[in-house]
T-cell receptor, first 109, second 114 residues
Framework: QKEVEQNSGPLSVPEGAIASLNCTYS??????FFWYRQYSGKSPELIMF????GDKEDGRFTAQLNKASQYVSLLIRDSQPSDSATYLC?????????FGTGTRLTIIP | GAGVSQSPRYKVAKRGQDVALRCDPI?????LFWYQQALGQGPEFLTY????????KSGLPSDRFFAERPEGSVSTLKIQRTQQEDSAVYLC????????????FGPGTRLTVT
């Protein structure tokens, strides 16, 4: 079992709709969780991090964490074509990040 | 500079050659990380420095991989006797230090071994 699991997609969402990206992790002791966006041929860019159970909102993005279920999600509201990218979930342990394989998201105009 | 820089951006090496990849972190950032990203995969941790001290090298795939950060700023990742399976994008990231949540990534070096 991989330490961080994501559905690789592709996930297609109409423009203006909500995109929902999910991630599960295996280390129950993990404390902080990250969502990175990566455009094709570019490096990962941090969107949000979360370390407390519940929701954290930043503009159109909401991260949700459920430590009991070892589950992290990212919601993107009012999806835009510019949101089309690969979204990487990462878990921090001993300073290093462990990434999932990423979910490819396509926003359909 | 404003962000993490890496050089070269692209490197083609013949199998068996040695390569050196450079990372310039954000000024003042204490922690520096190297990751390897194969096509279609997420980045995988290679090694981590705090200042000049290499605190974790558990992700280095073999003894052909070596990293250093002698003055606590610029870091070099060296790969000796390159193999085809070394072909990947090598990403460098830096952060302010311990307990800093954000790691900022450089543009990466795409290594192709022929």
């Amino acid at each position: 079992q991989k330490e961080v699991e994501q559905n690789s997609g592709p996930l297609s969402v109409p423009e203006g709709a909500i995109a929902s990206l999910n991630c599960t992790y295996s280390d129950r002791g993990s404390q902080s969780f990250f969502w990175y966006r990566q455009y094709s041929g570019k490096s990962p860019e941090l969107i949000m991090f979360i370390y407390s159970n519940g929701d954290k909102e930043d503009g159109r993005f909401t991260a949700q964490l459920n430590k009991a279920s070892q589950y992290v999600s990212l919601l993107i509201r009012d999806s835009q074509p510019s949101d089309s990218a690969t979204y990487l979930c990462a878990v921090k342990g001993n300073e290093k990040l462990t990434f999932g394989t990423g979910t490819r998201l396509t926003i359909i105009p | 500079g404003a962000g993490v820089s890496q050089s070269p951006r692209y490197k083609v090496a013949k199998r068996g050659q040695d390569v050196a990849l450079r990372c310039d972190p954000i000024s003042g950032h204490v922690s520096l990380f190297w990751y390897q990203q194969a096509l279609g995969q997420g980045p995988e941790f290679l090694t981590y420095f705090q200042n000049e001290a290499q605190l974790d090298k558990s992700g280095l795939p073999s003894d052909r991989f070596f990293a250093e950060r002698p003055e606590g700023s610029v870091s070099t990742l060296k790969i000796q006797r390159t193999q085809q399976e070394d072909s990947a994008v090598y990403l460098c990231a830096s952060s302010l230090g311990l307990y800093s949540y954000e790691q900022y990534f450089g543009p990466g070096t795409r290594l192709t071994v022929t």
